[in-house]
């Protein structure tokens, strides 16, 4: 299909089902790849805190 293709149902109108679908699929992909993003970003972080944290309680055991 052309980009300027518009996709009709088969009486002739814009095909609104077929739209839809394609943006609820559009939605799915967008969120699966925001939460896996999110859930890299926080696991990051809290990896970097718990160095810095377990870090630092070595170095006051220490003394």
Known sequence: MDKTDIK????GNV???YYV???QQLRREYLSQLGA????KVKAF???EGAK???GHRHSASH
């Open 21 to 23: 679908a394609q943006a």
């Open 15 to 17: 095909d609104v089902d």
């Open 53 to 55: 944290l377990s870090g």
């Open 37 to 40: 993003s999110i859930k890299t």
């Open 46 to 48: 809290f990896r970097v």
């Open 8 to 11: 009709l149902d088969r009486f």
